[in-house]
């Protein structure tokens, strides 16, 4: 049996159903050892619903701080942060950071992509003149640069681009130009970013039958020294253990041996 964490957990601070204390009650419910909270760090461009706004991060620091001290005897809980790649916000007094992507730049104007399949289509049309492969291209490109913008612990959801795409109705996955751009991310984080997330959140939200990242990557994670955090990228505490135990196969499918877990004293490495 894996053990239970959750370190990717949004609430009503941002774009989640409930509120903090609901999913800390609902890890307890589940048996979960610990929990950790991160909600997507303020952008000025971006929707404010969807975002933790900077005036809250105090009162979002304090409430997590306090739910530590109700349940200690119960469960652990972290303070987080998912962390946009095009955020200025400060990251001082947080537990872990998730780095993650979901807008790409152009020129000065900075656009949100994770959205539903036509809005995607909309997007590549508008952006990549239809072309969906220059969008994956230039998807992996922006997370490759992720270390420029902060100290992250936690590569977050590492092929989003990939969210509406199981069909294969912007590009081909196993193409060796998709492969290889996702490849040489990969290798511009190795070193700097010590983890990556086995997400699956888009399973939760119909969106995918799979989590994040694909195979192909997993093993280019592994082959790089990467260490994996399964995550649920939860919204909702219906779904704070969402596809788990099937997560852990997959990662020992391409022979993965531990996942590491955050705990008081830091990120530790523990047996599948």
């Given at each position: 049996?894996?053990?239970?964490?959750?370190?990717?957990?949004?609430?009503?601070?941002?774009?989640?159903?409930?509120?903090?204390?609901?999913?800390?009650?609902?890890?307890?419910?589940?048996?979960?050892?610990?929990?950790?909270?991160?909600?997507?760090?303020?952008?000025?461009?971006?929707?404010?619903?969807?975002?933790?706004?900077?005036?809250?991060?105090?009162?979002?620091?304090?409430?997590i701080h306090a739910l530590k001290e109700k349940y200690?005897?119960?469960?652990?809980?972290?303070?987080?942060?998912?962390?946009?790649?095009?955020?200025?916000?400060?990251?001082?007094?947080?537990?872990?950071?998730?780095?993650?992507?979901?807008?790409?730049?152009?020129?000065?104007?900075?656009?949100?992509?994770?959205?539903?399949?036509?809005?995607?289509?909309?997007?590549?049309?508008?952006?990549?003149?239809?072309?969906?492969?220059?969008?994956?291209?230039?998807?992996?490109?922006?997370?490759?640069?992720?270390?420029?913008?902060?100290?992250?612990?936690?590569?977050?959801?590492?092929?989003?681009?990939?969210?509406?795409?199981?069909?294969?109705?912007?590009?081909?996955?196993?193409?060796?130009?998709?492969?290889?751009?996702?490849?040489?991310?990969?290798?511009?984080?190795?070193?700097?970013?010590?983890?990556?997330?086995?997400?699956?959140?888009?399973?939760?939200?119909?969106?995918?039958?799979?989590?994040?990242?694909?195979?192909?990557?997993?093993?280019?994670?592994?082959?790089?020294?990467?260490?994996?955090?399964?995550?649920?990228?939860?919204?909702?505490?219906?779904?704070?253990?969402?596809?788990?135990?099937?997560?852990?196969?997959?990662?020992?499918?391409?022979?993965?041996?531990?996942?590491?877990?955050?705990?008081?004293?830091?990120?530790?490495?523990?047996?599948?």
């Open positions: 049996m894996i053990y239970k964490q959750n370190l990717h957990t949004h609430t009503t601070y941002g774009d989640g159903k409930n509120t903090p204390e609901e999913l800390v009650l609902e890890a307890i419910n589940r048996g979960f050892s610990s929990i950790g909270f991160s909600e997507h760090s303020y952008m000025h461009f971006a929707d404010f619903s969807s975002q933790l706004k900077v005036s809250d991060m105090p009162k979002y620091k304090s409430e200690q005897d119960m469960i652990d809980i972290f303070c987080g942060l998912e962390y946009e790649l095009f955020s200025e916000v400060p990251t001082n007094g947080l537990d872990y950071i998730i780095g993650s992507v979901h807008y790409l730049k152009f020129g000065e104007e900075i656009l949100g992509f994770d959205v539903k399949l036509k809005e995607t289509q909309d997007y590549i049309n508008s952006n990549f003149g239809g072309d969906g492969m220059k969008f994956a291209k230039k998807y992996f490109e922006t997370v490759a640069t992720l270390p420029q913008h902060g100290n992250f612990d936690i590569v977050g959801h590492f092929d989003l681009v990939a969210k509406n795409n199981e069909k294969g109705h912007f590009f081909d996955i196993n193409s060796k130009e998709y492969l290889n751009a996702g490849f040489e991310a990969i290798h511009a984080l190795k070193g700097k970013i010590p983890l990556f997330e086995v997400n699956t959140g888009a399973i939760a939200r119909g969106y995918r039958s799979t989590p994040y990242p694909q195979p192909e990557f997993l093993k280019e994670f592994k082959n790089c020294g990467f260490g994996a955090v399964i995550t649920a990228d939860c919204h909702n505490k219906d779904f704070l253990d969402c596809y788990f135990n099937e997560a852990a196969q997959l990662l020992q499918s391409v022979d993965f041996k531990t996942i590491w877990i955050l705990t008081g004293n830091g990120f530790k490495e523990v047996s599948l």
